[in-house]
């Protein structure tokens, strides 16, 4: 795109509405503003740093005028992409004055500022608390690079997540996983909204939902269009499609429960019969014949979190006895003290959630069970007995 003919030929400039849909309501519920050039789409123009900023702010001003004659009467949220440096163009007020001069309501708007785009963070902080003391809301486009101290100093009302990289329904790079559930953590913190949006197959719909996702946008959902839609292919996808999610993830609980009550009662009968407080490392062995092809670690700790045994774990289809950690203590784990409260609560065996064991790299749940004299039991099931009987996503 030829930025000179942009700003040459502003009145060629249009915008397209991509709709939002809401998780809860199945219905458009936002609109994103995008903006185009003869049917080009103008994200190299705003970030060529060639054209000067005030020249970009031209732009963005005639699209916010654009959209708010669309939107002026709608009852749904817009979200307005702006550049950090926009908003801080004469104390905020360039990006801000159109909508001033439109009487837009202000509230229905959400900012987005992108993850990789933030600069002088203290002072755009600043700005974004006066734009807040005229109702208009911050919405963060996030990015891996993003600095988790300059999303917590932003602060913003909802919390944008590109799942362009799922370019299969379950294929993602090794990092993006962890990133999502960074995301999520901040989002929970902050108790900002997520929205997920490039959303243009099923398995990333699923996925949003899993993960928390309060608003979805994408191909798959609705495509951009020249005026707001009220109504899309997405509002059916969802109609269809939430509900199978649902069950999927029923079912997969309910699998999950039964194996926590089946692993209790074995563990019960197997503790009966053979449990000896002095002759822990020799019950574990026999604890690991017993349950074959479930688990591939055992070990005792006390209520305190010290390991009174040694690990027992499967290596080449052996059992062995390692006693490099007996007498660690593991109570700085996560969840380790809601795990030992619920034990005692409930006085039966615990289910943890999945995660990756960090010497194996593989997926696990660990059981754990109250045995008698003060022990406690932490088993970790194998990553392939996990996949085989479906419990995992």
Known sequence: M????????????????????GAATFQVEGYMVHGQFRGDSLTSFFYDDDVPVEYQLDIAKRMERLAAESLRDAKQFVTFRC????????????????????????????VTIQGT????????????????????????????STSIEDIMAIAPELLLVDLAT??????????????????????????????????????????????GGRFYMGGLLG???????????????????????????????????????????????????KWSRDKKDEWLLHLATKLEGKFVRYYLTDRTGFQTSANVYQADAEWRVDNTYRGYNWSF?????????????????????????????????????PLPDGMFLFADLSEEYLYQNRLLD
């Open 2 to 21: 030829d930025a000179v003919d942009v700003m040459m030929n502003p009145d060629e400039v249009e915008v397209t509405y991509e709709p939002i849909l």
């Open 223 to 273: 495509q951009r269009a020249t005026s707001p839609v009220l109504e899309t292919k997405g509002m059916n996808v969802l109609a269809q499609e939430v509900p199978s999610f649902f069950l999927h993830d029923q079912e997969r609980l309910q699998r999950l429960y039964e194996l926590e009550f089946e692993l209790h009662r074995q563990i019960q009968e197997l503790a009966a019969g």
């Open 117 to 144: 785009d933030l600069v002088d963070v203290s002072r755009l902080s600043r700005v974004v608390q006066y734009y807040r003391s005229y109702g208009v809301k911050i919405a963060l486009d996030f990015a891996e």
């Open 333 to 369: 784990r996560p969840y380790f003290i809601q795990t030992m409260a619920a034990m005692r609560v409930r006085g039966r065996g615990y289910l943890s959630d999945d995660y990756r064991d960090f010497s194996s790299n593989e997926v696990t749940r660990t059981f754990s069970y």
């Open 83 to 110: 550049r950090a440096e926009w908003i801080l163009e004469a104390g905020g007020e360039a990006f801000l004055a159109p909508l001033h001069e439109l009487n837009f309501p202000l509230h229905r708007i959400y």
């Open 166 to 211: 799922m370019v299969e329904k379950k294929t993602l790079p090794v990092t993006y996983p962890h990133m999502l559930q960074t995301m999520e953590y901040i989002a929970s913190k902050l108790g900002a909204p997520l929205l997920y949006k490039s959303i243009d197959h099923v398995g990333q719909l699923r996925y949003a939902w899993q993960h």
